[in-house]
């Protein structure tokens, strides 16, 4: 049936898998609204374009589907770039479509309504690619290449554009089912290669990032009898009480000696990006002579980190891995003992920082299933050091990569919507006041969230760096309102932890029908 572009935009994305958009209409994106009711596809209005993509970066890391965003064109995608760029770091799945003005008025400088020269060229930073509809028959293409990206390359941001005047125009849908583009799998003779420099290692070492998932990875570390090093991104692969378990940075100088004893080191799905390997930026990461790389991105396997030698495997990592188990001959070393000194690092942290591990192990136990889900703030900042997931994508953050604030409550109200939650969103006084309107879009979505927010007063960690470097605290210590008058005036439950103690707490907000917020002080967070 011949209809127009926009009608029939959601049918194509149900088609394709999704259930759930999220986006600010506006009058150049009213003509995709037309066929959601239709499609299934639920609608989510956040209060902020940046709101939806950090939303949309949650759901997808929750749902293990690309989040997907409806924005107008030039100030909705300058405020949601933002969003994009962390998700770019991260590689989280991402369709972003926008609008752009009409074909007739592109490149004129006009000023016409959210007319953005070279839109395309400018988001291009932080998506995996940016294309522009030029007419109809453009449009399924350019959706089979977006989710292309989603399912046989490094999962990023993907960018379409559709001029205003295109959605109005029609289309007859292609009548054939959409394909799904099938991963690339790595060559017989670079499997070869990996397996003997496996099969003689006697000390080695996997390095686990946001790409290492499933079970046949966990084979795979069990089979070699190798620790297994996992990122920020890769926490919870292995459960805590996994013997071959260091949940705890590679920045760390116990987990650094450790992976430097190694002889081969394995690195699935992982950057080796500064924000877990080099953290203090000293230079202190050492790898041992063979490098092993499982990665979906050519380029990351093309090449080596600190020089070393690589053994590149184009493929996902836990395909790679079933590929791996099958030539290997399983053995029985000392890799608990080697795990066990990585995981010596928990004796070196401060009683501050024991403290926040004490407050995420407690949410972790007590509300079993939540996904933990951080801004760039305190408590996130030590997660990241050493905090033990309980499964895959039960903690995640901003405070790596492109390193964002406002992230927390946005991310975590995607990630509830995707699984039905609940989610804890950790975020503190500066953080929260990037996003509080996104405070009603939980209540409108009835996301189970609860979030915990951290007030220090101002920006605290960035307070502490000026502190440690002898410079005059300037611009830190903020004014900051009544948070918890604010979150219960847009229907949230306010729960203070000073009041019921922290258990109490989580327990109380484990019960509510509401989103939840408890209210940590200072001096209780020490307290714990």
Request: glycine share 12%.
């Amino acid at each position: 049936m011949t209809r127009k572009l926009g009608t029939i935009l959601p049918a194509l994305l149900a088609a394709r898998g999704v259930e759930m958009v999220f986006g600010i209409p506006g009058v150049h994106t009213v003509e995709m609204y037309r066929g959601l009711p239709e499609s299934g596809i639920r609608h989510i209005t956040p209060r902020h374009e940046q709101g939806a993509g950090f939303m949309a970066d949650g759901y997808a890391r929750a749902a293990g589907k690309p989040g997907v965003c409806f924005i107008i064109s030039g100030p909705g995608m300058t405020n949601i770039m933002t969003a994009m760029g962390q998700a770019y770091g991260d590689s989280i799945p991402m369709l972003v479509i926008s609008t752009v003005i009409n074909r007739d008025r592109m490149g004129k400088g006009e000023g016409w309504l959210h007319e953005m020269q070279r839109q395309s060229d400018t988001v291009s930073g932080v998506a995996a690619f940016s294309r522009t509809v030029l007419s109809p028959d453009e449009l399924e293409p350019a959706l089979d290449a977006a989710f292309a990206v989603f399912t046989s390359a490094r999962p990023r941001p993907v960018h379409i554009e559709i001029p205003v005047d295109v959605l109005e125009m029609e289309l007859t849908p292609r009548a054939a089912a959409p394909q799904v583009a099938p991963a690339p799998e790595p060559s017989a003779a670079s499997l070869d290669a990996a397996l003997v420099a496996l099969e003689g290692a006697h000390r080695p070492v996997i390095l686990a990032g946001g790409g290492a998932q499933g079970a046949d990875v966990v084979a795979l570390a069990e089979a070699l009898d190798a620790p297994v090093v996992m990122t920020t991104n890769g926490r919870g692969l292995l459960p805590p009480d996994h013997p071959l378990a260091v949940p705890f940075s590679p920045s760390l100088p116990e987990v650094r000696a450790m992976i430097a004893g190694a002889d081969v080191a394995l690195a699935l799905g992982t950057e080796f990006g500064s924000t877990d390997y080099d953290f203090n930026e000293d230079g202190g990461f050492v790898l041992p002579g063979t490098l092993i790389r499982v990665d979906l991105d050519p380029g990351q396997v093309a090449h080596g980190a600190n020089d070393r030698t690589v053994i590149g495997l184009l493929g996902e990592a836990g395909a790679t891995a079933a590929r791996l188990i099958r030539g290997l001959t399983p053995r029985k070393g000392d890799g608990a003992a080697r795990a066990a000194q990585g995981c010596a690092a928990l004796d070196a942290f401060t009683a501050a920082m024991q403290s926040d591990f004490r407050l995420l192990g407690q949410i972790r136990d007590r509300l079993p299933g939540a996904r933990i889900v951080g801004d760039s703030t305190q408590i996130v900042y030590t997660g990241n050091s050493g905090f033990a997931a309980a499964q895959p994508g039960g903690y995640f953050n901003s405070a790596t990569g492109f390193g964002t604030l406002g992230y927390g409550l946005p991310a975590a109200i995607g990630a509830a919507l995707a699984d039905g939650g609940p989610a804890v969103a950790i975020t503190g006084d500066g953080g929260l006041q990037f996003c509080l309107g996104e405070l009603t879009s939980a209540v409108e979505a009835q996301a189970r969230v609860i979030m915990l927010l951290h007030d220090n007063q101002g920006y605290g960690e960035i307070r502490s760096y000026m502190e440690g470097r002898d410079i005059p605290t300037i611009g830190v210590d903020i004014l900051t309102p009544d948070l918890c008058a604010i979150v219960a005036a847009c229907g949230w439950q306010v729960i203070r932890a000073a009041e019921t103690g922290f258990a109490q707490a989580l327990e109380q907000a484990a019960e509510a029908e509401t989103p939840v917020m408890i209210y940590l002080d200072e001096v209780t967070r020490r307290s714990l």
